[in-house]
């Protein structure tokens, strides 16, 4: 019913950039926040960060000043643009996003509440 389709990973050199992007689609009535996660090798999945309607955002200490997150007028695509990359920013990448079903009947009127992830992409710092 829901997906989140992210694209832009890929190999960087330290002090390099990239932007990631991440598109909403489905049976949503509306988003309430969007954000960015990551997961090393052998760490567990991190807040890198996110934006909320009003908004609102929370970085993750070790990218801030480096990354800025941007949701246009609280719309269906997150992005994340990452600046002066280092080596430790190296993971995969994932959207996510929590907000509105439609309603069964239709989506002029919200449903159920709910989560939602992408399936990840890869950013790799090196050399």
């Known amino acids: 019913q829901v997906q989140l389709v992210e694209s832009g990973g890929g190999l960087v050199q330290p002090g390099g950039s990239l932007s990631l992007s991440c598109e909403a689609s489905g049976s949503i009535f509306s988003l309430v926040g969007m954000g960015w996660y990551r997961q090393a090798p052998g760490k567990e999945r991190e807040l890198v960060a996110r934006v909320n309607n009003g908004g609102g955002s929370d970085y993750a200490y070790s990218v801030k000043g480096r990354f800025t997150i941007s949701r246009l007028n609280a719309g269906n695509t997150v992005y994340l643009q990452m600046n002066t990359l280092k080596p430790e920013d190296t993971a995969v990448y994932y959207c996510?996003?929590?907000?509105?079903?439609?309603?069964?009947?239709?989506?002029?009127?919200?449903?159920?509440?709910?989560?939602?992830w992408g399936q990840g992409t890869l950013v790799t710092v090196s050399e």
């Open positions: 996510n996003a929590h907000g509105y079903y439609c309603s069964a009947s239709d989506c002029t009127r919200p449903g159920p509440h709910d989560e939602w």
